[in-house]
T-cell receptor, first 115, second 113 residues
Framework: QQQVKQSPQSLIVQKGGISIINCAYENTAFDYFPWYQQFPGKGPALLIAIRPDVSEKKEGRFTISFNKSAKQFSLHIMDSQPGDSATYFCAASSYSGAGSYQLTFGKGTKLSVIP | NAGVTQTPKFQVLKTGQSMTLQCAQDMNHNSMYWYRQDPGMGLRLIYYSASEGTTDKGEVPNGYNVSRLNKREFSLRLESAAPSQTSVYFC????????????FGPGTRLTVT
């Protein structure tokens, strides 16, 4: 079974601090690595994504770091704000045959940013 | 432009009852998906439809059936609900098959007693 392992399960960060969430994978056929953000009572929404041939991607306060040789990638949230409090999911895209691709999700990290 | 809509928002079923969860998207996307979300388990794919007229099993298809009614609509049916199917169900869509940019609906919270 394809897996994406995510840690930590929960994270508490002070306002202004850096939040770091890590993910690891085994299947080298994964070809895209998105991160999703989910607020309570809402569906997940795409936050940022990276291809495996890029080592870093930054969008505002959010940065993905990608280490292909270690098969690991991480999300960094700089200057964390209370409004960033949400559950974050890493994911990986893979070909599942007949022209179709699937996303495999990590189990999620609940981030709480305290004032 | 409503994006992805799901009905109902909440549902309580008794063991053995059946029901259909409805999903519709107005973004002209080709692919649609059904996921379930359980505490500590992340999002697990139940079924997906890469394009109109096709459906395929995901990671956890047992106990479910799907119908891709047309390009806009993708329904999920529980024929005989079990307590293990208590979960939050999300429908999603993407422009391309398995596209990583998937748009999610607001979810249906289902409780089976």
């Amino acid at each position: 079974q394809q897996q994406v392992k995510q840690s930590p399960q929960s994270l508490i960060v002070q306002k202004g601090g850096i939040s770091i969430i890590n993910c690891a994978y085994e299947n080298t056929a994964f070809d895209y690595f998105p991160w999703y953000q989910q607020f309570p009572g809402k569906g997940p929404a795409l936050l940022i994504a990276i291809r495996p041939d890029v080592s870093e991607k930054k969008e505002g306060r959010f940065t993905i770091s990608f280490n292909k040789s270690a098969k690991q990638f991480s999300l960094h949230i700089m200057d964390s704000q209370p409004g960033d409090s949400a559950t974050y999911f890493c994911a990986a895209s893979s070909y599942s045959g007949a022209g179709s691709y699937q996303l495999t999700f990590g189990k999620g990290t609940k981030l709480s940013v305290i004032p | 432009n409503a994006g992805v809509t799901q009905t109902p928002k909440f549902q309580v079923l008794k063991t053995g009852q059946s029901m259909t969860l409805q999903c519709a998207q107005d973004m002209n996307h080709n692919s649609m998906y059904w996921y379930r979300q359980d505490p500590g388990m992340g999002l697990r794919l139940i079924y997906y439809s890469a394009s109109e007229g096709t459906t395929d099993k995901g990671e956890v298809p047992n106990g479910y059936n799907v119908s891709r009614l047309n390009k806009r609509e993708f329904s999920l049916r529980l024929e005989s609900a079990a307590p293990s199917q208590t979960s939050v169900y999300f429908c999603a869509s993407s422009a391309a098959p398995g596209g990583y940019e998937q748009y999610f609906g607001p979810g249906t919270r289902l409780t089976v007693t």
